[in-house]
């Protein structure tokens, strides 16, 4: 009875609050997710995990010693990955961040490349803009992940400790120049000869990721992976 009452509740709610796809825009039905059936299985999946060797990993290529990367989605500007991005960064959906990192942490653990994973960072915000947005969207996917992968989440050891301007209209190089010193590595010593999945929402020219690459890499025995959410076309 109980439960029945609830699904009542549930569909009164709909009526006024209907339950939206954050990709499409389209109702869905209350037992469906964040996405419809048809976003589910139709969004731009890159299958990235599947390859030592890929469009992530080649854009690290000569820059970065990258165990293995590897993205869930393609982003295409004004596509439905850009609406799912948006929502998680602008509109205080953390849940995206935590159900896709669920999901993408279950296919990770069974790719012969991330199944050794000994550790998760998320790329860090500066206190500053964290404050101002209320949360950390790379924190949240990690969370996904950590939780389907059952491997631990740092959030101490790599920190943001410059605040730096937007990066939108920038090369790579300015990108990059832009947030080289950004990063710093706190605690050096708990990271040593560990595998660690370095984690963002998005890859566009990789200068983040490789900034804070960088510095983990200088640690003894540190290899290093990536896993973002989408990969950009440059």
């Known amino acids: 009875m109980k439960a029945m009452l609830t699904q009542i509740g549930k569909n009164f709610l ?8 954050i ?19 139709k969004l731009p999946k890159t299958n990235f995990h599947l390859y030592k060797e890929n469009p992530f990993t080649d854009r690290f290529w000569g820059r ?7 993205a869930l989605y393609h982003f295409v500007k004004g596509g439905k990955t850009q609406h799912l991005i948006h929502n998680l960064k602008y509109k205080g959906r953390k849940d995206i961040g935590s159900k896709l990192g669920k999901w993408y942490g279950r296919q990770l ?19 500053r803009k964290e404050r101002k947005r209320g949360y950390n969207q790379s ?9 389907s992968m059952n491997i631990r989440i740092d959030t101490t050891t790599l920190v943001r400790k410059e605040f730096t301007i937007s990066q939108t209209e920038k090369s790579r190089i300015e990108r990059f120049e832009n947030v080289i010193k950004a990063f710093e590595v706190r605690y050096p010593d708990q990271l040593k000869n560990k595998h660690i999945l370095l984690v963002d929402d998005v890859i566009t020219t990789g200068a983040t990721l490789e900034a804070c690459g960088i510095k983990l890499l200088k640690i ?6 990536m896993a973002t959410i989408a990969i950009a076309n440059t």
């Not at 003894?220 to 992976?225: F, I, P, R």
């Open 109 to 127: 653990k069974k790719s012969a490349y991330f199944n050794d994973i000994q550790l998760i960072i998320p790329v860090p915000l500066h206190p």
């Open 139 to 147: 924190y949240h996917f990690a969370k996904g992940l950590s939780e």
């Open 220 to 225: 003894e025995g540190v290899q290093l992976s």
């Open 23 to 41: 990709a499409c825009q389209d109702e869905i039905s209350s037992n469906e997710d964040i996405l419809c059936l048809t976003c589910s299985l």
């Open 64 to 70: 970065l010693s990258l165990e293995n990367g590897a």
């Open 14 to 21: 709909n009526l006024f609050y209907p339950h939206l796809c």
